[in-house]
DNA sequence: ATAATTGTTTAGATGAACCTAAATTAGTAA
DNA sequence: TTACTAATTTAGGTTCATCTAAACAATTAT
């Protein structure tokens, strides 16, 4: 009585649950909902009903949803395709950050097991998507990562540049410029005390970034 | 008055008016497509009138449809998608035939119009796609590429394999095995006259591949 | 405690995409 | 020609996902 088919829409609402209940820590909603789904109140009662109906949320009038474990792990596929079709399209055709999550929301509704293992695996198994999100394993658990900006790292530290947090094209634009990108390894070399600004080695030679820029660069756990 | 949305069920529809028109040469019937789409004959009805309605058909009641220039160029990019995806799950990610299409039929629907010419250029603008079907082009045009069996090659003639017609696991697998896939450069050393049997030079070894599997193998142009 | 405000649900509709059953049309056979 | 048959369309329903307007519940202010 498991494995039920369910619709692109289904699908969207239950990762807007997730995402809802992660930030509140706890009951969702209706007007949130409605919110981010770009419906209205109405609607989404409605949907609440189907996806009740269907043992994919918590539902009670008036007191709003919770997503059963069966509705977290929809959604936490959904996300799952979702991060890696952005990693693939960032890492391996170029996308700019933008551009790159409009597809990804509709590439995250393809279904088949075997393309996004396949995808993952092929993608070096990464831990975060381009934005520095955690990207669920294939059983549907979400990993405990953390981003540490760069700012925050102590020095001798090494890792591998993971994502950005200001995903602006004039800071890509100059990241590229300097030679950094995602996947880029580096060594904390010193940080500068007058300007907090931090020197890096990347790949033997000494590159320094503003505070700015070390704020909005990050590495994994 | 141009660019209209269409959804999936639509582009499903003008691609299968688009096959039988080519097959059939003329006026596609209301039954033929039910069967092709898996629904009934009054659905089809239903549908042609909106399509009609959209100016992508000309329908006239109870004399099959054709498409207009609108709806062919509409069924002819969904087909560029198909194809190009195809190409992409099968020489990128080691797909096999069969799974291949059906991730396609999902994949075709994707709208960027970035995704697709990207898709191409990293792809090396092939002009068929793994079942030996060409790929039109970003215009929405169908280039006249044909098969070219290696069986009714000529001796000398080199040429690289575009696409197998038997796509049955067994045959895939032996191709694996003597080292011939898509994209594999030849050259016709000589036909054997007694079984009919092709020597191929492929990278430097020479390669036999009986009259069954000359058959199964072809090039373009 | 009562009233006002805000959030949420129900009622009643709509459009897309489908269905079954009945009517209609076109083409063929008598 | 007229009747029969096969293909097609219309009529009338259903489900999903949406809407607006009206009703209702919960919370907050007086
Ligand atoms: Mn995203
Ligand atoms: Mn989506
Ligand atoms: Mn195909
Ligand atoms: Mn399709």
Chains 1, 2 share one sequence.
């Not at 649950?17 to 409605?46: C, F, P, Q, R």
């Not at 009740?52 to 069966?70: A, D, H, M």
């Amino acid at each position: 009585m498991n494995e039920q088919e369910l619709s692109l829409t289904e699908e969207n609402y239950l990762k807007i649950i997730y995402k809802l209940e992660m930030e509140h820590k706890g009951e969702v909603t209706t007007n949130a909902i409605a919110d981010l789904t770009n419906t209205k109140a109405a609607s989404v009662s409605d949907m609440l009903k189907r996806l009740s109906q269907k043992v994919l949320v918590n539902y009670i009038k008036y007191q709003g949803v919770t997503l059963t474990p069966e509705g977290r792990k929809k959604a936490l596929m959904v996300i799952r395709k979702h991060r890696l079709w952005e990693v693939f399209l960032v890492d391996q055709r170029g996308y700019s950050l933008e551009a790159d999550h409009e597809i990804a929301e509709q590439l995250e509704h393809i279904e088949s097991l075997q393309l996004v293992d396949q995808l993952e695996k092929v993608l070096g198994y990464p831990p975060v998507d381009p934005h520095g999100d955690p990207i669920p394993n294939a059983k549907g658990e979400m990993p405990n990562k953390k981003q540490i900006f760069l700012k925050d790292m102590q020095i001798n530290q090494k890792g591998q540049i993971m994502g950005v947090k200001d995903t602006s094209p004039l800071f890509l634009k100059y990241l590229d410029k300097i030679g950094i990108g995602i996947g880029t390894e580096f060594e904390i070399i010193d940080r500068v005390e007058y300007d907090q600004s931090v020197e890096l080695n990347i790949s033997g030679r000494l590159t320094i970034i503003s505070k700015e820029v070390a704020q909005n660069l990050f590495t994994i756990e």
